[in-house]
């Protein structure tokens, strides 16, 4: 996973701070890229507005973009939060 400080995009707060998220996960064959918006140290809310997968990559044997989403959704599901 690699992190990167980007610039804000329209209308976020000036004191917020938006991240770009690069995560590889050769095994279960997926890659994605996704932007989240923090502000005073916690997600911007609406998560729905500020937290957003802008891409996914196929590195393994999915046949479609569909089950590509569904590999990193079940990855980013067994996520302890």
Do not use: Q
Request: charged fraction near 20%; proline fraction near 5%.
């Amino acid at each position: 996973m690699t992190v990167e400080k980007v610039g804000n995009r329209y209308g976020v707060p000036r004191d917020a701070v938006t991240y770009l998220f690069e995560i590889h996960h050769p095994e279960m064959g997926f890659a994605l890229t996704a932007r989240a918006v923090f502000r005073c140290g916690d997600l911007m809310v609406p998560a729905a507005t500020h937290t957003r997968v802008t891409a996914y990559e196929n590195m393994g044997e999915h046949r479609s973009e569909h089950a590509v989403k569904l590999a990193a959704n079940e990855w980013l599901r067994s996520l302890p939060l």
